[in-house]
């Protein structure tokens, strides 16, 4: 009963929602402001900052599959090549600061897609600390540098038998 009750109610307040009111907005006319017909002139440049940069041995490059979340990292030398997955990753030359080669690497890379005609989907130089600055824009993969790979460095001579001199 008190089913067939609560159902008897309920009727009127849909019917109610189902009322459709339909109001006209009014449309202020857009405002543009009028731009000078020249550009600002800009302040000549004061300062200009050159990094000697070092070419190193090659990279450490990070790849990503975005649909399994598989993380590879992967070394690869100047003038070499290597693949993910349908894509080959080709390494001109990786770079860094002469005086701190930990501080930044900049690695030139052109990045293939294998599976047709072999289009290029990346080509220039990636720089460590901004991947978003220059990345590769695949569907499913991406492709960033995290460092370049440098030499070890000799060890001093006299030093290295870990002897001192007579």
């Known amino acids: 009963m008190r089913a067939l009750v609560f159902a008897l109610a309920m009727i009127p307040a849909s019917v109610a929602a189902q009322d459709v009111v339909i109001e006209t907005l009014p449309i202020a006319p857009l405002e543009f402001e009028t731009l000078s017909p020249t550009p600002e002139v800009l302040g000549d440049v004061s300062s200009e900052s050159v990094v000697a940069a070092t070419v190193a041995e090659g990279a450490m490059l990070r790849g990503l599959d975005k649909l399994t979340g598989e993380r590879v990292d992967f070394e690869l030398q100047n003038g070499y090549s290597t693949f993910l997955g349908p894509l080959r990753v080709d390494m001109a030359q990786c770079r860094h600061p002469a005086d701190n080669a ?3 690497a900049y690695a030139y890379l052109t990045v293939l897609d294998q599976r047709g005609e072999g289009d290029t989907l990346f080509q220039g130089w990636m720089i460590a600390s901004s991947p978003a600055l220059m990345a590769l824009d695949h569907a499913r993969y ?5 460092r370049c790979k440098v030499s070890a ?3 001093d001579e006299s030093t290295s038998d870990g002897e001192g001199s007579d």
């Open 153 to 155: 460095k000799p060890q």
């Open 142 to 146: 991406d492709v960033w540098v995290l």
């Open 102 to 104: 930990t501080g930044e």
